[in-house]
């Protein structure tokens, strides 16, 4: 089974990594409801650093994919 790796960034600012997860797994990750607050502040306003961008690599390290949340899920249901 293909391993892929995911890296969730806010901005340029790489914020967690999954490394070497299979397909089921990646999507399981990309479920929780912490990945699509991309742009929303906090209460009073002030900027909260939710991601905005996501790559994932292939297992040799190579970028297939760099989008927002709503295309990187796409992308991650297409892989098999």
Do not use: C, W
Not at 1 to 16: C, P, S
Request: net charge positive.
């Amino acid at each position: 089974m293909a391993r892929y790796t995911l890296k969730v960034f806010y901005g340029n600012e790489l914020i967690e990594r999954f490394d070497h997860r299979p397909v089921p797994k990646l999507r399981n990750i990309l479920e929780h409801p912490r990945y699509d607050r991309g742009g929303q502040t906090g209460p009073f306003g002030e900027i909260v650093k939710n991601p905005d961008n996501f790559e994932i690599l292939d297992s040799a390290m190579e970028k297939i994919h760099k989008g927002n949340f709503k295309e990187t899920v796409a992308f991650a249901g297409k892989l098999k």
